[in-house]
Structure formats: structure tokens, C-alpha cells
């Protein structure tokens, strides 16, 4: 079994002191919000009354961070960002007394300002290509094709910048994050290849303490929208393609009642919403939620968000290829345990799962070679 990996530097420098004070650390990454962390330690105040960490000044607000953390020679890094909150408390033991240090990735230096500005001629995709690059960013973007012509409708900004990126990659189904240097604006990698399986009640090879699962049929099997042509009166209508995504399971659930008809919002013509109409088919497809607990050790690598795992051992209909849309690593001193949330548009085997031990029918048929 692997041993965990923890390494913590403040302004390119580890704080040797800081880890046998340490008493929990949590880092929370999501396919849709800023990367956080969560730092406890313990605060046991010195015989001339001062307090180490506290009165730290290599612990001060915006002071840079990069957590990096695994598995012994399967260490990743998790979160590069800045301090953002300090957080003492004094209880009326001295070992209830601590200080919490809270941070964000690099996105939070692009939400700290509003602006009012007009983006008169661009296309989603080159907007956030340059705001990504007035940080220092590199652009990870996916090329949009509509073009907000001046004499037809600019896009005005009255929000930060992540805050406007992430209102345009909403609208095309994409996503927007930023991750250590490098700023992401395209849709979600379904199809990459998935992370190191997952398995619940599998014998030896379980690596899962808990997984809870939800399907749901409420979410609309098709949605539209109808709109009055600016320059000749004409109504245009859009309409969404259901499996558009790939599909990560044999059968889509396509039978369910409900279409959405999308109104109250400005568009500046049939592609734009076609766009908008399939970014919301995209998010309903999804109708298999889960959640649960890997035991790091067991599992012996880091499983990372915006991509896909396989998890075997649940039977025919819900084993196979998901989603993986949250990860939050947490060391405390009962270890390492990486808690994650998950998501499928699809029951069932499609055929393509590779499972590590006996192929596909091996996930069926827990604890059994």
C-alpha cells in the first residue's frame, strides 16, 4: 500500500514547522468553480507569548500557494493560488487553539473587478482567448463560431472577467476554469480516457468505502426556442440534437416527458440560439448523479476532476464510464480519503469499458476473478 505525498510551498518555499502542527488540509476542485483550500493548524503559543503561524508573515493574505499531494511517486499538483482568508481561533484550551488558512486558485485575481466594456466583433472564443491572456494565461480554447457583429448585437460586460467568461461558456456548453497557468475555455472531456478504475464490493481490488447513485427523470428530453428575426420579421425556431455528448453508457433515457421551451433571452439569430438551446439539452442528459469516498491508499493515485473514471462492481446497469465533476482531497489524521461527485448521461455496458481484471463482465460479478 502507497503512503500518502504532501507538499505545501508558500511563495516557492515549504514552512518545515507547518506540517507537525498540521491538522487537517482539504483541497476542493471542481469542473465548474474556483479551485479552493482549506489549511488547519494548531496554534500552541511560545513561553514569550508569541504565536507561531500567526504571527507568520510568510502566511500573510495573497501570499502565493501550491499544494501538491498523491501518493508517493504518483504526487500531482492540486491547487496553485493565493491566501485569501485568514482565520484564527482561541478556544478555552490551548489545544482548541487554531488558525484556518483559506485560498483560491488564479481565477480569484479575475473577479475582483467589475467593468462596464463592450466586445463589439468577437466571437465567444476570442474573448476569452484575450482576457485569459491580459492575466498571463495561457488560452486553452475551444474556437466558437458565432461572431457578435457591431451593427447587429455586441456582448457588453457588467461583471468580472471569470464571471463574464463563465456566463459565455455556459451558453455554449462549455467550461471555464483556470488550472495553475493555464486558463480552460471549451466543452467537458468526455471523451478522454478514463482515470484508474474505481471498484465497490470487488474483493481485493476495492478501493471504495462508500458510492450512492441517483437516477432521475425529471430533467426535459428536448428543448427549444422561437424568436423574432431582427431584420425581416420572420420567426426563427432552434432546436437541440438529443447525444450531442458521447454517450457513457448503452441507453440514453430518451422515452421521459418534458420539453423546454426557452424564453427571455436575447440572441442575435438562429446559430446563436441553436448554440444556446443544445449548452441546456447537453446539462439534461445528465440524469445519473453519484457521490462517495475513495480510499487513496487502496485506490494508490490521484483521482482529478473534468475527466472520466470507470467504476465496476454495481451491477450491469450502473457499472461503466462516468463523469468525474468534483474531487475534494482531504488529509486529516485518519489519512488520506478523496470524497468526489459523478455523472452519466447513459445505463448500462456500451461494450468499450476496459476493466483491469476480466473485462467487462468482471464488473458485474463483485469480489469474483
Keep these: 500500500m502507497k503512503h500518502d505525498s504532501l507538499r505545501v510551498e508558500f511563495d516557492g518555499a515549504e514552512i518545515e514547522e507547518l506540517y507537525q502542527d498540521l491538522i487537517s488540509l482539504e483541497v476542493e476542485l471542481d469542473d465548474r468553480l474556483a479551485a479552493m483550500f482549506r489549511l488547519t493548524v494548531a496554534l500552541p503559543p511560545r513561553p514569550d507569548g508569541t504565536w507561531p503561524h500567526l504571527d507568520d508573515d510568510r502566511l500573510a493574505l495573497w501570499r502565493k500557494v501550491v499544494i501538491t499531494a498523491g501518493l508517493e511517486d504518483d504526487a500531482r499538483r492540486l491547487i496553485s493560488g493565493y491566501i485569501t482568508h485568514l482565520r484564527p481561533s482561541f478556544g478555552a484550551q490551548l489545544n482548541e487553539c487554531r488558525l484556518e488558512v483559506w485560498g483560491m486558485d488564479a481565477s480569484v ?3 475582483r473587478d467589475d467593468r462596464l466594456r463592450a466586445w463589439p466583433n468577437k466571437r465567444d472564443s476570442d474573448i476569452a482567448t484575450e482576457v485569459f491572456g491580459q492575466y498571463g494565461l495561457t488560452p486553452r480554447v475551444t474556437g466558437t ?89 420572420d420567426i426563427l425556431e432552434a432546436r437541440a440534437q438529443p447525444g450531442h455528448l458521447p454517450a457513457l453508457g448503452a441507453r440514453r433515457v430518451t422515452d421521459r416527458p418534458g420539453v423546454l421551451r426557452v424564453g427571455h433571452v436575447v440572441t442575435t439569430g438562429l446559430q446563436e440560439m441553436t448554440a444556446l438551446c443544445q449548452s441546456l439539452q447537453d446539462e439534461a442528459e445528465w440524469f445519473i448523479t453519484g457521490e462517495g469516498e475513495v480510499m487513496a491508499n487502496r485506490y494508490g493515485t490521484v483521482l482529478l476532476p473534468r475527466g472520466t473514471v470507470t467504476i465496476k462492481g454495481i451491477g450491469e446497469a450502473h457499472s461503466g464510464v462516468y463523469y468525474v465533476s468534483h474531487v475534494t482531497h482531504s488529509f486529516t489524521g485518519d489519512g ?32 469474483t476473478k
Excluded: W
Excluded at 463563465?166 to 471523451?191: E, M
Excluded at 488520506?336 to 459523478?342: D, L, N, S
Design 145 to 233: 463560431d458565432v461572431v457578435h457583429e457591431e451593427e447587429v448585437s455586441t456582448i457588453v460586460q457588467r461583471e468580472s472577467d471569470i464571471r463574464l467568461l463563465r456566463r459565455l461558456a455556459s451558453r455554449n456548453g462549455f467550461d471555464c476554469y483556470v488550472d495553475g497557468d493555464v486558463g480552460h475555455f471549451g466543452p467537458p472531456a468526455t471523451d478522454a480516457s478514463p482515470q484508474p478504475v474505481l471498484a465497490a464490493h470487488f474483493g481485493p481490488e476495492t478501493n471504495l468505502s462508500t458510492l450512492r447513485l441517483q437516477a432521475q427523470a425529471l430533467a426535459p428530453t428536448g428543448v427549444s426556442m422561437t424568436q423574432l428575426d431582427r431584420f425581416n420579421g
Design 109 to 111: 485575481l479575475m473577479d
Design 336 to 367: 488520506y480519503v478523496q470524497a468526489f461527485k459523478v455523472r452519466r448521461n447513459g445505463l448500462k455496458l456500451t461494450g468499450r469499458e476496459q476493466f483491469t481484471t476480466g473485462g467487462a463482465m468482471a464488473a458485474l460479478i463483485g469480489g
